[in-house]
């Protein structure tokens, strides 16, 4: 009878060491790494001068398209005050951090009133598609407007 009741036990035991092992919380994160992805598509917004919010360019256009998981291609074409056409064509590194989608800095060539020049260009972008690019070309006194618009 003892014999039956330990076996009986054992059993049981077995049962609900196996219970609470199928039970545990096993599934993966859907953590996605594609943030190019992410972020691509068109933003409308207005250009700023860096700490002033008087617009020099309003229903301005960015559009962002994926070259990878974790690079874009950044285009902007628009007329500024006072400082011409400002077109800006660049390839740029994209990470996730601190709940936001970072664009690295990239310098590149961009096209100011007609002359090529040396510009950088970096930003975020939060979940809700509102993005923050900053355009600084330390030709004109490391002037520095920024872009802020949404994802369309």
């Known amino acids: 009878m003892k ?61 962002i398209t994926r070259n990878s998981d974790t690079n874009v291609t950044l285009k902007m074409e628009q007329e500024i005050a006072n400082v011409g056409t400002i077109k800006v064509d660049c390839k740029s590194d994209v990470a996730y951090t601190n709940e936001k989608y970072q664009i690295s800095e990239t310098t590149t060539t961009a096209e100011v009133g007609g002359n090529p020049i040396p510009v950088k260009v970096s930003g975020d972008i939060d979940k809700s598609g509102n993005a923050t690019i900053n355009i600084e070309i330390p030709l004109l006194d490391n002037m520095k407007v920024v872009y802020k618009g949404k994802r369309q």
């Open 3 to 63: 014999t039956k009741f330990n076996l009986l036990f054992v059993m049981l035991l077995s049962a609900l060491c196996i219970t609470f092992t199928s039970c545990s919380d096993d599934d993966d994160d859907d953590k996605t790494t594609d943030y190019a992805k992410e972020i691509a598509g068109t933003y409308k917004g207005d250009v700023f001068p860096d700490g002033v919010d008087q617009a020099l360019a309003t229903d301005a256009t960015i559009t």
